[in-house]
């Protein structure tokens, strides 16, 4: 007589936001996966569909409302999570039929709610899945990158800015745990670590750097210990992952890193959100005001890593923010010669102290300061790109095509001074049959434009 395995119930998720809200949805997976459910890749074949919002800027709010919408019209039966869960009267009161909303990294209650709405599966032969935890778990981005969380929360309280009253204070994670998340992540093909939390200088301060023994010796809850030891991890084929540093507030400490770049054990990158130079915006931003300190600092930088990438983003339109504050920015970036920059319009949030600032700028200012600032930081990246015409650069390998009529297959990568998602690629041509997503090659480059390069393998 045959066995009837009881059918698993089957989850659909809709993933908004930053790379900190991915994370919590692989974790979130993780979970559900080993409590017997199984993923649905469509609203059609889903018995539940989790959302998980974003609530950073109102117009993410909006898009997260459109993703619910979408999913209640397609499904019916969803379970909102993440950032915005925090106003769960205003997702009612759009979605009285919503199943559960819940806040950014509860995953008890997340989980809880999917277990009322879609009870698991149990028997022997469930039970018998693999434990997910003890291989990494479950990744939503390619096999060959993955982020890497330190830490939830922010100390800081940025006028403009909700995130500590979404996500919390300052929480860092055990070193240990930290360390050995990558070292699995690495050992299941990652080629790339992401490290990112809202404020990765600042890990271990809520913990007191609190050491912890790690392969029988002390390592310290620090950004410097942690980058040290990130460096040291081995892939598969016995070379250093990338490990690429995010969110990067530029502590003085910041300065012990950049050795490690020019060692080799860190990628030549940083990720350093600036948000504006002029220093009367920035001290509405309630943000430091030492830009003049920080362009030496990329100067000295540069000099020990030649090859270091800084990348950051700015705030244009901030309450206040003059035609003397913006032309001083301008400048500032034409001294600081950042290597990728993304700008964003200045957008009032519920509940930031920014909205009760005087002067607020029209928004055809905003349009035209942000035009001119993509401008301006177009021109710095093509000058800084053309540069590279003729070097030999390694490259991480993130698709690969198929042969053109003339056998010629092409591909997709990405230098060590480009992050997944955020900034530019590296086009390449005529590479070999054999090549993988995932591969680090050494390439020839050959030509560039304002963002990308496009190269050749050596």
């Known amino acids: 007589m045959a066995t009837k395995i009881e059918t698993a119930p089957r989850v659909g998720m809709v993933s908004l936001g930053c790379p900190k809200a991915l994370v919590d949805?692989?974790?979130?997976?993780?979970r559900l996966r080993a409590d017997g459910y199984d993923m649905a890749p469509d609203y059609a074949g889903a018995d539940v569909v989790l959302v998980n919002t974003c609530g950073f800027l109102d117009s993410a709010k909006e898009e997260s409302l459109e993703a619910i919408g979408e999913a209640m019209a397609a499904n019916g039966r969803v379970i909102v999570t993440g950032c915005m869960g925090n106003e769960a009267d205003a997702i009612r009161a759009r979605f009285p039929d919503v199943l559960a909303v819940t806040g950014a990294h509860q995953y008890e209650d997340v989980v809880g709610a999917v277990h009322a709405a879609a009870?698991?599966?149990?028997?022997?032969?469930?039970?018998?899945?693999?434990?997910?935890?003890?291989?990494g778990g479950l990744k939503l981005t390619p096999r060959h990158y993955s982020y890497l969380k330190i830490s939830e929360g922010c100390n800081h309280r940025c006028s403009f800015c909700i995130i500590p009253s979404l996500r919390g204070d300052l929480a860092s994670r055990r070193i240990d745990a930290v360390l050995r998340e990558a070292e699995k992540l690495v050992a299941a093909g990652t080629k790339e670590l992401l490290v990112i939390s809202q404020d990765t200088s600042a890990y271990g301060v809520d913990i007191r750097h609190q050491p912890r023994v790690w392969k029988g010796r002390e390592v310290r809850a620090h950004m410097t210990d942690l980058a040290r030891e990130l460096g040291g991890l081995r892939t598969v084929e016995g070379r250093a992952?990338?490990?690429?540093?995010?969110?990067?507030?530029?502590?003085?400490?910041?300065?012990?890193?950049?050795?490690?770049?020019?060692?080799?054990?860190?990628?030549?990158?940083?990720?350093?959100?600036?948000?504006?130079?002029?220093?009367?915006?920035?001290?509405?931003?309630?943000?430091?005001?030492?830009?003049?300190?920080?362009?030496?600092?990329?100067?000295?930088?540069?000099?020990?890593?030649?090859?270091?990438?800084?990348?950051?983003s700015f705030v244009v339109g901030f309450p206040g923010e003059t035609e003397a504050d913006f032309d001083y920015l301008l400048d500032w970036l034409d001294e600081a010669q950042l290597d990728r920059v993304g700008a964003f319009r200045f957008e009032p949030v519920e509940g930031a102290a920014a909205n009760a600032l005087p002067d607020p700028v029209p928004e055809a200012v905003k349009e035209e300061r942000y035009a001119r600032i993509m401008e301006k930081t177009a021109a710095i990246s093509a000058a800084k790109l053309k540069a590279k015409i003729g070097r030999t650069l390694p490259v991480i390998v993130d698709e690969v095509g198929e042969a053109d009529e003339d056998g010629d297959i092409g591909a997709t990568a990405r230098s060590q001074a480009d992050a997944p998602e955020i900034d530019g690629h590296v086009f390449l041509r005529n590479v070999a049959a054999t090549l993988k997503q995932g591969d680090i090659i050494d390439v020839k480059v050959e030509d560039a434009d304002e963002h990308d390069l496009f190269g050749v393998p050596v």
């Open 25 to 30: 949805s692989e974790r979130i997976l993780t």
């Open 119 to 135: 009870p698991p599966a149990r028997g022997a032969y469930v039970d018998l899945i693999p434990n997910l935890d003890a291989i």
């Open 241 to 312: 992952p990338w490990v690429r540093l995010h969110y990067v507030y530029p502590y003085p400490h910041v300065d012990q890193v950049i050795p490690l770049m020019a060692e080799g054990l860190l990628t030549p990158y940083l990720d350093i959100p600036f948000q504006h130079a002029a220093p009367s915006v920035l001290k509405r931003m309630k943000r430091p005001a030492n830009e003049a300190k920080v362009l030496g600092r990329l100067k000295a930088w540069r000099d020990i890593c030649p090859d270091i990438a800084v990348r950051s």
